[in-house]
């Protein structure tokens, strides 16, 4: 990865030294509305509907400790069957404790325990209602009908904003850890961080954001868990849930006999640590964005085998080609192809000389064990009206396995592993007889892996990713 963010930067660079001078730049910010919706903490923005308001929000359906208020400014009450929650307003739960809110347009909340929501804003129009909650603790369910029009249904948190049109999304927020996940289990839904990156779901897709201040992760599928939580929650949409999970394939590891129950894998490139099958997919949420690895294709056999790996992010899209034996380990030598989405294929990769390894045969992969990877490679580099150009790379690292430590994931524990990487990254890019400058950054990364699994998270000084889902054929 360290390429890859190496040549984003020597790439921009490239192209700076070649544009014509007196060119024009421009920038499109497409955020929209820099004064966003997005809250923090002990913040929130009301609005109150008018005398004649015909728009209503009802409370109902009140299960053990439930309060409500009509402003911020006063203390929580006892909530009472029928109550009407204004702009302003909010409800709280406690343990094991839920309740219902329907609006005279036909919306239906439905808030589960330890929650704590404020009607932020409640349009006292019928026609293209707009509705705004601030979620500050807890799980909501929500669906709204046809009556929305062009209006809008949003639910905002300190990490996020979560929109529906149309017609069922949860929300879920965990305070301490500053985690937002949203379902959309029917229609159209939109999950935005805090910058204005978004993801679009649409039904039987979720996503969410691992942090304040962090982005939305990789689309996925939503998983047993999530539609659970419909139909124990939302009877309503307990025939769409149970549709789903009729037809989920859950992600979870090969069960006995391959490699993610530690024995024989379907090629040598099904390490245990690292399951690499045709299919497989892992989503990360990284501080760049969410990316996906996903291996497109394997040959060979239990002793010898070749796997490529594409790489997916918002911005560009790599290949990696994968050497794996059952004596010798996982062997990659960064990227052999860099795709752009406005440029094409831009940059192809040889390999000049190489020794070492990635990641050695599990077998030898105990606490103190060490070993080196080292390669020197070339680039030709092609860029549309700027010209073609060169690129060297020259990697020097050695890793050692700091600890095996159980690794939870998805509610599940595994066998895990802590490798601790070190070494230097070099990197150098010729365009149109002008020469980018030439970097050499310190590799100094931890990354943690999961039988079965595959990696769970790398960090660096620069970056973060860590694992959203994954799927193993």
């Known amino acids: 990865m360290k390429t890859q963010r190496l040549l984003i930067t020597l790439l921009t660079a490239s192209l700076l030294m070649t544009a014509c001078s007196g060119g024009n730049g421009s920038s499109n910010n497409n955020s929209g ?55 302003g307003g909010g409800v709280r739960t406690g ?30 129009q019928t026609e293209n209602p707009v509705t705004r909650l601030q979620l500050d603790a807890g799980q909501v369910w929500v669906q709204v009908t046809e009556a929305l029009g062009t209006g809008s249904f949003e639910v905002e948190t300190p990490a996020g904003v979560a929109t529906v049109r149309g017609s069922l999304m949860s929300v879920a927020f965990d305070r301490d850890a500053g985690q937002l996940a949203v379902t959309c289990l029917e229609g159209e839904c ?16 979720a996503s969410e954001i691992l942090g304040i201040g962090q982005g939305p992760g990789a689309v996925r599928r939503i998983n047993r868990l999530e539609l659970q939580g419909w139909i124990d929650n939302f009877p309503e949409a307990g025939e769409i849930a149970r549709r789903l999970l009729a037809n989920l394939i859950e992600d979870t590891p090969t ?26 997919t892992w989503s990360y949420q990284t501080t760049n964005g969410p990316s996906t690895w996903t291996i497109t294709s394997v040959t060979g056999d239990a002793q010898s085998a070749n796997a490529v790996m594409q790489f997916t992010t918002a911005d560009f899209q790599s290949t990696y080609s994968w050497t794996c034996t059952a004596d010798g ?13 406005g440029l094409g294929t831009i940059v192809n990769l040889e390999v000049n000389n190489a020794s070492g390894v990635w990641l050695p045969p599990a077998n030898l992969l105990t606490v103190g064990y060490s070993w080196a990877n080292a390669y020197e490679t ?31 994931f998805g509610g599940q524990t595994f066998d895990g592993l802590q ?15 002008f020469s980018g400058p030439g970097q050499t950054v310190t590799i100094n990364s931890t990354m943690v892996l999961a039988r079965g699994v595959g990696i769970i998270s790398i960090v660096d000084s620069e970056s973060n990713s860590q694992l959203v889902s994954y799927n193993l054929p």
């Open 95 to 124: 343990n094991a404790s839920r309740v219902r809110i329907d609006t005279s347009d036909k919306s239906l909340i439905r808030i589960g325990a330890n929650t704590e929501f404020q009607l932020l804003e409640f349009s006292p």
């Open 329 to 341: 380990g996982l062997v990659s030598y960064d990227f052999g192809s860099f795709t752009t989405a």
């Open 255 to 280: 069960p006995s006999g391959g490699s993610g129950a530690g024995g024989v894998g379907q090629t040598a490139c099904d390490h245990p640590y690292l399951p690499m099958r045709p299919g497989a």
């Open 378 to 408: 070339s680039f030709t580099v092609t860029i549309p009206d700027s010209g073609e150009g060169s690129a060297q790379s020259s990697t020097n690292e050695n890793a050692v396995v700091v600890n095996a430590e159980p690794v939870t």
């Open 33 to 87: 509305n820099n004064g966003e919706n997005l809250i923090t903490p002990g913040t929130s923005s009301t609005s109150t509907p008018s005398a004649g308001s015909t728009r209503t929000a009802q409370i109902s359906e009140l299960h053990n400790d439930v309060e409500a208020r009509q402003t911020t400014a006063i203390d929580w009450g006892v909530a009472a069957e029928g109550q009407q929650i204004n702009a």
């Open 190 to 205: 939109e999950l935005r961080d805090r910058a204005q990156n978004a993801v679009r779901l649409t039904a039987g897709e």
């Open 419 to 433: 490798i601790s990487r070190t070494g230097t990254h070099s990197f150098q890019i010729t365009i149109g007889g």
